[in-house]
């Protein structure tokens, strides 16, 4: 399956080189010159520092043990050890893959795929199934003893550097002893702490440049172990498009729950009520009073409540369509159409409630746009299974120009054609004809309850007659 | 009112509505033979019964698709007199026509009404009449509908305006009575134009029911 969204969270490592880089990396790759007048050195700097801050003590605990472990067996004690490793691996690979930002602009996205179920067990049986929890695991591993040693390097080298320069001023505050010591040389003339604040301010951008690659190591690193890979974003997006197919399907049996429970109840109890009525009425009749014709109009009014339910129902979703599927559903619309319709539909099987839904009502906003705006003396729909798909066309011969941003309703249309997977084009140049082509999955119904039924149903349905 | 009196087997899911159409039809003087809620209790009552007419709904159990009107189809394939009553919430001239292609070759009358008509209870009476009697009632909602699409076919090209007004009503199962009221006009001229629009459908005298095979002719001109 291809899908652009895939392609635009590869990223992208190669930069052109006059654009704003948006990771260190890309930085580094634009000469030393550049890099040291930007943000990146900086920002790698604090990268090191925060994770040296938070790796230490972790790996310092983890590595020399806490005081329970110490009295633990070796082998309970490596235990131990592996049981936090694999406790702590999610959440430091979450802080990790958020902390990235400071030295990486395009965030990391989670590997993780969403459990279908909920539950803990769940859960549980996903992310151990899961290769991202692996490579969290080893990423774990790795912050607790190489990690660390990568920040602290960085940290020191700009520590030194930071030192070499700044100790001559601190030093008449503060009494530090002979201040510096290189090899044989004693720093103690003012001629000395000159010269070492010199070689503090040449080797500055030297360690802006070594912090810069560390972080881009380490960043590297954390990208290759816990950002998620292409397989597993080809599967979010099938999980993802599953989903939105679910919610589509739920959305179509709410519809018809709304039409049914609409009919069985509102639609009946009027229908009684306008029964009783007219039974009054007809009483009333024979008695030469003005009653009944008071009664007769309180059953008008119900009638045309009952009429406008029923358009309501209709319009949520009619029961030709469920009964007798798109072809006659849009010859139905047709009917009504003020402009002459020719509808020709041809399909073999039932589809899916949610396609043929979305089809019906595809084609029922195509002729309702024809009506509105087309100024068209007549239009022509066509439905063909092509390939796998049901292509339906809705053409007209009115004055053209209709575009698919101008009216809210296409957008509309376009959406719910959209979330069964399908397509909508509209191909209306200045002058007409205009052209609406909705192409849906063609997704049948293998259930026999909803399996198609035709006119003639005698010879099939035998059990009903 | 003339008032024959006719065996009905009623189906109907709605235990109110159900109820409701049973007084109805009893107070004004029909046997309602048995009253069912789903389409093969229908056909076990009809043969059980052989009433004069069936009334059903559309939509009912078991399917709650088209049940009703599959079954009350079937029916009438194997007992050719049955008359037929549809009662429906569904103005679907597919139904309608299905309805009436199946009473092709049968004697039995036939209606299809939205259940709206129930409430103006002498004509809803008139229409059991009509179809107990071999007529056809088909609602005035669905002849509209069809009158509009057909309105530019063949054979209905061929009729005049008035001409096509009147096969309207016919198809409604109006008298020329009321057809002449309807139209304000005299039930003569309404006579002439029906004589026209069977002879420009080619109808003769010996086809037999001509108000029917005209009203058919009128729905199944194919688009």
Redesign the interface.
């Known amino acids: 399956m291809s899908n652009p969204s895939i392609g635009a969270q590869v990223r992208a490592n190669a930069c052109p080189p006059d654009a704003i880089p948006l990771n260190c990396r890309q930085a580094l790759a634009r000469g030393p010159r550049l890099l040291l007048t930007s943000s990146w050195p900086w920002r790698s700097f604090g990268y090191l520092f925060c994770g040296a801050l938070v790796a230490l003590p972790v790996a310092g605990g983890v590595t020399n043990g806490l005081f329970f472990i110490k009295s633990l067996p070796g082998y309970a004690e490596l235990m131990v050890v592996l049981l936090l490793t694999v406790l702590i691996a999610m959440p430091v690979a979450a802080v990790e893959r958020f902390r990235l930002r400071m030295v990486d602009t395009e965030p990391v996205g989670n590997p993780h795929v969403t459990p279908g179920e909920p539950g803990l067990r769940a859960w549980l049986w996903l992310r151990v199934g899961e290769a991202a929890t692996w490579r969290e695991f080893g990423y774990a591993i790795a912050w607790t003893s190489l990690l660390p040693l990568i920040d602290l390097s960085g940290v020191l080298l700009v520590g030194v550097v930071v030192i070499l320069v700044l100790a001559p001023f601190v030093e008449p505050l503060v009494d530090l002893g002979p201040l510096v010591i290189l090899g044989f040389w004693h720093v103690s003339t003012p001629l000395d702490k000159g010269l070492v604040v010199l070689l503090g301010l040449a080797l500055l951008p030297l360690a802006a440049y070594l912090v810069t690659v560390l972080a881009v190591g380490r960043a590297s690193f954390v990208r290759l172990l816990l950002a998620p890979r292409e397989s597993e974003l080809v599967a979010r997006v099938q999980a993802l498009t599953r989903s939105r197919i679910r919610l589509a399907d739920a959305f179509e049996a709410e519809r018809r729950r709304i039409e ?1 429970d609409l ?2 109840g509102a ?3 009027l ?2 009520l ?6 009054v ?2 009483e009333f009749a024979q008695e030469q009073s003005d009653r009944a014709e008071l009664v007769a109009n309180a ?1 008008k009014q ?2 045309g409540v ?2 406008e339910l ?1 358009e309501l ?1 209709h319009g949520i979703h009619p ?2 369509l ?3 599927g798109v072809a ?1 559903a849009v ?2 619309v ?3 159409s003020p402009v ?1 319709v ?2 020709d539909i041809t399909i073999a099987q039932r589809l899916v409630p949610a396609v043929e839904s979305v089809a019906y009502f595809a084609v029922k906003e195509g002729l309702a746009n024809v009506v509105k705006h087309s100024r068209a003396r007549a239009a022509r729909v066509t439905g063909r299974q092509e390939r796998d798909h049901l292509v339906l066309r809705v053409v007209d011969d009115g004055v053209g120009g209709a575009r698919p941003e101008g009216g809210s309703g296409l957008q509309g249309l376009a959406d719910r054609v959209a979330v069964v997977g399908g397509r909508l084009k509209l191909l209306s140049p200045p002058g007409g004809p205009t052209e609406l082509v909705v192409e849906l999955p063609w997704r049948t119904v293998n259930s026999a ?1 909803c399996s198609p ?1 035709t ?1 003639s ?2 010879e099939k ?1 035998s059990s ?2 | 009112m003339a008032n024959s009196q006719f065996r009905i087997v009623l189906a109907e899911d ?1 235990v ?2 159900r109820e ?2 049973v007084q ?1 039809l009893k ?1 004004f003087g029909h046997e309602v033979v048995a009253a069912v809620d789903d ?2 209790g229908l ?1 076990e009552a009809v043969e059980m019964y052989r009433p004069d007419i069936v009334v059903t709904d ?2 009912m159990p078991p ?5 009703g009107l ?2 009350a ?3 009438r ?2 007992y050719p007199a049955l008359a037929v009553l549809v009662l429906t ?7 309608a026509c ?1 309805l009436l ?1 199946s009473g092709e070759h049968s004697g039995g009358g036939l209606g299809y009404l939205l ?2 008509r ?5 004509e ?1 009476l008139a229409a059991i009449e009509r179809v107990g009697t071999g007529g056809t009632v088909i609602d005035q909602e669905v002849v509209w ?2 009158l ?2 057909r309105q ?1 076919n063949e054979p209905l090209s061929r009729l005049s305006p008035r001409e096509r007004g009147v096969l309207a009503l016919m198809a409604e199962g109006k008298t020329n009575a009321v057809i002449a009221a309807a139209l304000n006009v005299s039930q003569p001229t309404v006579a002439k134009n029906i004589g026209s629009i069977f002879l420009k459908f080619g109808l003769s005298e010996d086809d037999g029911h001509r108000r029917v095979l005209a009203v058919l002719t009128y729905l199944r001109s194919s ?1």
Do not use: W
Request: proline share 2%; aromatic share 4%; glycine share 6%.
């Open positions: 049914r009919h069985d639609q009946q109890r229908v009684g306008i029964m009783t009525l007219g039974v009425e007809h059953r119900a009638e009952l009429a029923r129902i029961q030709l469920t009964a007798r006659a010859a139905e047709a009917d009504r002459p020719d509808v309850s039924r006119t149903c005698c349905d009903n007659c | 709605d109110l509505l409701g159409l109805l107070r389409s093969r056909s559309v939509r399917d709650f698709n088209d049940d599959r079954a189809m079937c029916l394939g194997r919430q569904y103005a679907a001239t597919a139904y299905e292609e259940k709206d129930i409430g103006a209870v002498a809803f509908q069809l509009r699409r530019m688009p």
